[in-house]
């Protein structure tokens, strides 16, 4: 049993796993649970009972981890009644708390993050609990750590984006504690009443914020952000196409400070403590070795040197998960228990776990931990450590030491690619390379001056980082390998994100792999490879066989995003969504996600409706990194279009300009027909030049309006023979002002889709929209409360289906009757049948 850390943090990560199942699947967890326990009591007292180990006592151990597992996570995962989450109705209120972490800065915006102690709603003041995130739309307030403050605004539930298979942000951002946001768009809606927190925090915190300050001020973009993400975690001025660049390049770790960072900075104060500490004068050297050896001084002083480094860092969460596993590594120095990498890690993610279960769920500790596992896998399995030779070669000697950081970028870059693919649906191969080149020029060279200038601002109170012309030209050394790297033919790997079963066998067919030779393991190689070609067989199977028009209405918030699938293959996207943020890309974290998961790499059709924001912005991503066959418009040119009208022309992309005069398109055996706009639209209010076409596939037909008003809808009806559709996307989300009898009545449409955001400010859809549509019979379906909607042809019929309808439902334990059923229900979402 010298390893008892490893089943006992097996079994402990497996309550947390039951638990988070068990919300949907209590049966099923309970039913495989007593599997286990009784396969496992099977195996200790009929297969080692003649053996000497102890095996009932770690099978006690082994059941008291999980159980502990379990409860912990169902504790933690609970949301107390005095939430404030709970008060998040929309409403203007009052929110008192205390900062309790620095706060992030950007170019026009301010994030902050609140413990809060009361909310004063009216004359009412009520206790409460529960973090706040804080936008404040001025960059010149100042908020620092341990300021306690009153701020009055709409408080809102943080809500994601419903659309089936992507990522969700607010189940993310909610395992922080942060479920709620307040927006104010001026400082002065902040006022100060306090003031609290940690002494040492508040002075470590200053001293970072003046680092941000002096960079900020001493080196020009992109280096200042970059120095900035690298020396105190702060990414706030680091521009899209940076972090494309170093997504590309395959270093996007370089960009945060977690395990590999915090690593190096551990690493290189650990050897020079440990150098000088050797090179003391001998005498001086033998009396201290007498009582201690120079390698657990280094290993001391490196624990405080990390500590005090992930403290000025801002103490992120990933940041600390990072310290923890350091720390265990440098504590095992000490103790001399080094000869162990595996229960070291195991330690590690243990400790992390029991500080929080929820981080178990987090991008950063699964990349963090199956990458240092992979790196002790594959050093074990393919570098044999040889006796030092004193008379070794240079060569020899550094080919060894190149050798074994080869095999640890492969191991780690091959290990966490399918994660990377699973959360950014991206495989970029460039890292296996730029890696060995950038990592090493980054820890030695130009980390180094940059955290000992960034420091010297404190201590010397400067308002500019020292050195900055020399930290800009190492910056831009860096940043044009960078550059270098990211211009590599196919440098990124777009993929649909992988399930977790075909991760699970792509995992096991990379350890059958390794571990070949073990004649316990060579069985699980062919069924690794099996099951990898039977999930890629089944889901080539459901495309080739699909041959029906397919119509998504996508939830990109208050905007427009449709994607058409024809019968022949043939894909058209009609809008692209967009947002008035400066750090949320629609296109990037909703649009484009979609297609690479519907496993779509060219776009024959894109369609941009007319020249707004919240229908054209998302469409400028999707054009660069998709194959495009055409784009259709207006022909209009506003301000808000320049960046589309660029990147169109920039890729040579065919341009056909729409009007209602357009000869109808036959595409996949379906018809379309262009009702909107005129061809003379000089006069028109923008939104009543939108495009309006129909689309005809054999009996099934479907309407797409853009933002038409009242005007346009009364032409249309007048100009137009047939305007009957199965399906209306209605006008303009909703809003009063296209809510025209004739229009609908001519159209009498069976489904009413309403692209619409939630709690928008325009209050879309209005009541006389609704009603409207519902009282010609309609079913009307709102991306904002039924998610993304999925219309899809099988034998001649119209099935529909929203995420809301696919979205796994909580069980209700307060229901005894309905356990089963729902149940049964989530079953059938996850493996139809």
Partial sequence: MQRILVPCTVSYIYGIVAAELFRYFPLTVTTLSVFLLLLLIYV???????????????????????????????????????????????????????LDEPAKYSSRRVVATINTSKILRGKEGLNITGRVRINVYDPEVVLNYGDIIM???????????????????????AREGIRTSLSISKKEYISRTGTGGNLLLKIIYKWREKIRVAITKGLPEPSAGILKAMVIGDTGTLTADVRDKFNAAGVTHILSISGSHLGFIALITFFIIRYMLIHLPYQTLLKMSLYIIPSKIAAACTSLTVIFYTLLSGGEVA???????????LIAIIAERDDDPVNTLVMAALLVLLWNPQALF?????????????????????????????????????GKKL???????????????????????????????????????VGFIVLPPGLFT???????????????????????????????????????????????????????????????????????????????????????YKEDNR???????????????????????????????????????????????????????????????????DHIEGLVYVIDKFSIGEVWDGGVDTSVSREFKRIVKEKNIREVIIDKNTPDRIIGGCKINFLNPPKDKERLKINNISIVMRILCHDISLLFTGDIEESAMEDISADSK?????????????????????????????????????KNPYRHPSAEAISAYENIGAVVLRTDMDGAVILQTENGKLITRTYEDMALKEINFNDLESILTTELSNLKKIVPL
């Fill in 722 to 758: 047939s305007l009957e559709s199965m399906v209306i996307k209605v006008p303009h989300h909703g809003s009063k002002g296209s809510v025209e009898t004739n229009f609908i009545t001519s159209v009498k449409p069976h489904i009413a889709v309403i692209s619409v955001g939630y």
């Fill in 44 to 98: 200790v007292t009929i297969k080692h009972q003649n053996e000497k180990q102890n095996y009932p006592l770690l099978l006690s151990i082994v059941i008291v981890s999980a159980i502990t597992g379990f409860s912990y996570m169902l504790y933690e995962s609970r949301i107390p009644t005095n939430d404030i989450s709970r008060y998040a109705t929309w409403d203007k209120v009052t929110v008192i708390g205390m």
């Fill in 547 to 613: 041959n029906s028009l397919r119509a998504t209405f996508l939830d990109v918030g208050q905007g427009d995003s449709a994607l058409i699938e024809f019968p022949d293959g043939n894909v058209m996207l009609i809008d692209g969504g967009g947002t008035f943020s400066e750090t949320f890309d629609i296109g990037r974290s909703v649009v484009a996600p979609y297609l690479w998961n519907s496993g779509i790499r060219k776009v024959d059709y894109i369609v941009s409706s007319h020249p707004q924001l």
């Fill in 319 to 329: 940041t600390v998960r990072s310290l923890i596993m350091a720390m265990v590594f």
């Fill in 151 to 173: 701020v009055t605004g709409k408080l809102k539930l943080i809500r994601g984006f419903k659309n089936p298979g992507l990522f969700d942000y607010a189940e993310y951002i």
């Fill in 362 to 398: 987090d991008i950063s500790f699964q990349l963090s931990y199956t990458a240092v596992l992979s790196m002790i896998i594959v050093v074990k399995r393919f570098y044999k450590k040889e006796p030092a030779e004193e008379n070794i070669v240079w060569w020899k000697k550094y």
């Fill in 403 to 441: 050798f074994l950081f080869t095999l640890l970028t492969l191991g780690a870059s091959a290990a966490t690619a399918p994660i990377t693919a699973h959360y950014y649906n991206q495989i970029a191969w460039t890292g296996l390379i730029s890696n060995l080149i950038v990592v090493p020029f």
């Fill in 454 to 540: 960034a420091l010297l601002v404190p201590v010397f109170n400067t308002d500019v980082i020292p050195l900055a012309w020399l930290n800009n030209i190492l910056l831009n050394l860096f940043y044009g390998a960078v550059e270098f790297f990211a211009k590599f033919p196919f440098a990124i790997i777009y993929t649909p994100s992988p399930g977790l079963l075909f991760i699970f066998s792509i995992y096991l067919l990379m350890l059958s792999a390794i571990f070949f030779k073990n004649r316990h393991t060579k069985f699980f190689f062919p069924v690794a490879i099996l099951f990898i070609l039977i999930l890629i067989g089944c889901n080539r």
